[in-house]
Structure formats: C-alpha cells, structure tokens
C-alpha cells in the first residue's frame, strides 16, 4: 500500500472540510464538472482490472478490509492513502493525466475544490435514491455522493477526569490551568480533522473589521492552543500516549473511538461544546479521465451500496449516509448520532479563508 507524499496544506485548505449538512450554509456551484448527462454503470459483472483509489480514510485496517472485500465481490484495488489536504492536492495536479479512477473519504470542501479544478466528473449511482442527496454536491451537476458521518471530537481520558471536571469546550484547554499541559496540539495542518477544529474556533469570532475576517480574540485563542499543550509525537497515536499517561486529551474522529480504546486499553469521554462539533462527511467520487470508468462506475455502485456500507458501518463503529444501511450500523452510534448537536459554521465564509488562515497559523503561531 502506498502513501502519497505530504504536499503543503495551505495550498488547498480553502477546500476545506464537511459539515455541509442540515443547517449549514452551501457553497457556491462549481463549473469545472464536465457538462452533460451524469454517468450510469454499465450492466454485468465487474471485469477484474485494477482501479487504483485514493482516500483519507484507509487507517484502522480500512484499506485492507476495502480490498478484501471488493476482491470477495470480483473488484481488484489499489489503495492511495493520504491526509485529505494532500490527497485533494494530489488529484488537482493529475487532472490532465490522472492515476486515480475513483476518490473517497474526501469531504465536501475538499471535493468542491477538485470539482472546481475540473478532476471528477458527474455520475449517479444505483444507490442515489438512498441517501439525502443535500449531504454530497448541492450543484445540478453532482460529481460526488455521500458515504459516511464522522464528528470531530475533543476527547479525553476518562479515569482522570469525570464529565464535570473535564474541559466543556476547546478553549478551556489553555484558559484554564488544570489542562494547560495536559491536552495534544497538532503540529501541522494537512488534515481535515485539524483544520475542522480550527474552522470550529475562528469562526466563532469573525469580525468583518478583523484580521482575515477574525477578531483579535480570536488569533489570541490560536495563540492560546499554540503556547500550551504538548506537541504531537510522530507516528505515535494520540490513545497510546494517554494510555501512557503522557498527555489526557486531544483531537480525534467519532469512529476511531472504540477501536482505540480497545486497543490501548484506556477509556475517553467527548465534550459537547454548547456551540456543538463540527461534522465531517465522507464523500465518493469518478475521477475524470480514468481509463476504467466503466469498472469504477461498478466499483461505486457496489461500495456506496447498503450491503456494503452497513457492513463498514458494523466494522468501523460508522455512521452511514445510506438510510438503508442504517439498520447494520451499531445502535450506541446511531443513537450517538440522534443526541448530536452539529455546530452552526458559515462553510462559505470558512471556504473563502482558511488557505490563509493556515498560512497565518503556520508562519505565526507554530514557528
């Protein structure tokens, strides 16, 4: 399995991010999408050729049990693993000779960013009638589809703390003493989790008259999480060094959860800021120019679908998008789901800044 080279994050954050669904505002159309009637997979079987896929979302055994099972379904697989920055980036630059046939993982910012660059094209796959089309691409011409929910956490070691002394929101983490030294920074901004914790912050404070539209207090918050904290540990997970004890507290994915605190052997608890989290959701989508589209097309279908997507959902403690295959995910997520505030975030305002609210972060605040 091969991984793509980390590019510079800034150079595609504008794309930023989910979180697109009820309630939040929607960007604008893009024109990149080919024009024409969006495109159907052919009837019959798959043909054996190997699509090659790119994802942010292959960790935690992902990608094996991906291949796996599409080979169990006559589908061989190449899985492209990157951050979703420098998967976007990645696409962007292959437009005009593309390696990929099919992209997934990537949500909807990052995706209206390759849709505006020309990269994936439109389709409609057989099970479009399934899932709340306003999830994917709001435009006429849909280039991608929704798959799966993810919200992006503030987690914490539970046998240290109990629900009312741990922090209830992010800021608490280097406003109040107790937390000061015992929460994990991020030390780069090529993920789509980081820079969703970052659009939840800021845009709680933008001001028209502001610094990159955000007020003085609100740098000061970015300033706040950067002078405090422990740096991030490469290649070491964030639940290990709880389990550790070297630090209690820190960023992570609504799915990743159980698995991790199976694995290292430590139980976390979520805060509920009052504003709400931010939501993430997993898109699919054709890459232009693929030489297999036929086969990706099928390759789609079958992923996307409720068989297969309610199995990921029971493997990966997942939400899926697909109604139908709600049924098979595990009742603790849905109802986790059911119980959710989603933060009310300007995804426009976010979309149109946060290129160079990365570039301020990085020259400023983590230098």
């Known amino acids: ?94 437009k005009n000779n593309p390696i990929a046939d099919v992209a997934f993982g990537l949500n909807n910012m990052y995706f209206e960013q390759i849709k505006a660059a020309g990269a994936i094209e439109p389709f409609t796959p057989s099970w479009s009638g399934e899932v709340d089309a306003a999830k994917g691409d709001k435009s006429d011409s849909k280039a991608y589809w929704p798959l799966v929910q993810q919200a992006i956490l503030l987690g914490y070691n539970s046998a240290k703390y109990t629900k009312d002394q741990a922090p209830k929101d992010w800021t608490d ?36 008259g502001g610094d990159l539209g955000i007020s003085d207090e609100g740098w000061k918050q970015i300033e706040g999480y950067f002078k405090n904290g422990t740096p991030a540990v490469a290649k070491t997970d964030l639940f290990a060094r709880i389990a550790s004890g070297d630090t209690d507290m820190g960023q992570m994915p609504s799915s990743i959860i159980a698995e991790r605190q199976k ?25 232009k120019g693929s030489k297999k589209k ?31 295959a709600v049924a098979k995910a595990k009742p603790e997520v849905v109802e986790f789901f059911k119980t959710l505030k989603q933060q009310d975030i300007d995804w426009n305002f976010v979309q149109a800044n946060m290129g160079k609210w990365v570039e301020k972060i990085e020259l400023e605040y983590m230098s």
């Open 263 to 287: 694995s290292f052997k430590v139980t976390v608890g979520t805060v509920m800021p009052s504003v709400g989290v931010p939501l993430a959701i997993e898109q699919v989508a054709l890459v």
């Open 173 to 208: 983490l280097w406003t109040q003493d107790k937390f000061k030294t015992r929460y994990e920074r991020v030390t780069g901004l090529g993920t789509a989790t980081a820079q969703l914790v970052f659009a939840s912050i800021l845009t709680r404070y933008k001001d028209d």
């Open 294 to 324: 036929d086969e990706a097309l099928k390759f789609i279908n079958w992923f996307g679908s409720a068989q297969t997507q309610g199995e990921w959902a029971q493997q990966f403690n997942s939400m899926p998008v697909n109604t139908a």
């Open 1 to 94: 399995m091969r991984t793509l080279k980390t590019m510079v994050a800034a150079a595609v954050a504008v794309s930023l991010l989910s979180g697109c669904g009820a309630g939040a505002a929607a960007p604008g159309s893009s024109s990149g999408a080919a024009a024409g009637p969006a495109a159907v997979a052919p009837s019959g079987p798959p043909s054996g050729e190997t699509l090659v896929v790119y994802t942010n979302s292959n960790g935690e055994g992902r990608g094996e049990w991906l291949t796996k099972k599409a080979a169990e379904a006559g589908f061989k697989i190449e899985i492209v693993g990157a951050g979703g920055a420098d998967a976007t980036n990645k696409l962007i630059a292959e």
